[in-house]
Structure formats: structure tokens, C-alpha cells
């Protein structure tokens, strides 16, 4: 089922001991993964210093971008929950400078609401 979420665009969380492992050169000494979920190769990382977007980019994924966004740059955001039909939950960021949000969209087994809380810790 992790396969078909991807493909259908929906997260799925992973361990945050692996992606900190992984991350090591681009951390902080400081920071900390505190969340992670997975789109099919593209990671959403959350840390105790900032929000992370890691896009794994052509056929053989080995060119990757990472975005890094700090939580003071997130001016407000928005969770749609998933409903009886649309199975997905959403989550909209809006970043200072831009007009257009950042979208994710989460499966139903995943708790929206613990990814808000998670920003709204470090953003409020």
C-alpha cells in the first residue's frame, strides 16, 4: 500500500533515527528530526530548527534539492481533514514572499492534526 499512497501523492511517515542518519551533513550540530513523511522519493522533514523539503529529481533520483525553510518564514498555514469520501488530508503552508502555498497531501492513517501541532510549536 506504501507504493500506491506514493503514487497517489500521499505521505506515509518514516523513522526519524533514519533520516537523521541520513541528513547528518546538512544538520546543525543542534538540530534534531522530529518528524519525517515520505512521497514515493521526496522527503518532509521537520526539525527543531526548521522545515525541510528534499526532492529527489530525474529517472535515477541521485540529483536531489533541498529547501530548506525556517520556521519564522512561515507567515500562516492550513490542514483540510480527510472526509467520508476524499480520503486525503491536506496541508497548505504559506511562506513570506510567495502568494502561493506550499501543498502536501497526507493519507487517511496519517494524523494531520499531529503534523499541525508540529508547526504550530515552532511557528506560533
Known amino acids: 500500500m506504501g507504493l500506491f499512497d506514493g503514487m497517489m501523492g500521499n505521505a506515509s511517515e518514516m523513522d526519524t533515527h533514519k533520516v537523521q542518519d541520513e541528513l547528518t551533513e546538512l544538520l546543525a550540530p543542534s538540530e534534531q528530526v522530529e518528524h ?14 526548521r522545515l525541510i523539503l528534499i526532492d529527489k529529481q530525474g529517472m535515477t533520483g541521485k540529483k536531489t534539492e533541498y529547501h530548506s525553510i525556517p520556521y519564522k518564514s ?41 503534523v499541525q501541532s508540529v508547526l504550530a510549536e515552532y511557528v506560533l
Do not use: C, M
Open 36 to 49: 519525517a513523511y515520505k512521497l514515493i522519493r521526496d522527503l518532509f522533514v521537520f526539525t527543531n530548527k
Open 74 to 114: 512561515i507567515t500562516h498555514f492550513s490542514i483540510e481533514t480527510a472526509g467520508t469520501f476524499d480520503l486525503d488530508a491536506e496541508l497548505k503552508i504559506w511562506i513570506s514572499g510567495s502568494s502561493t502555498p506550499l501543498e502536501k497531501t497526507f493519507n487517511k492513517q496519517l494524523n494531520i492534526y499531529k
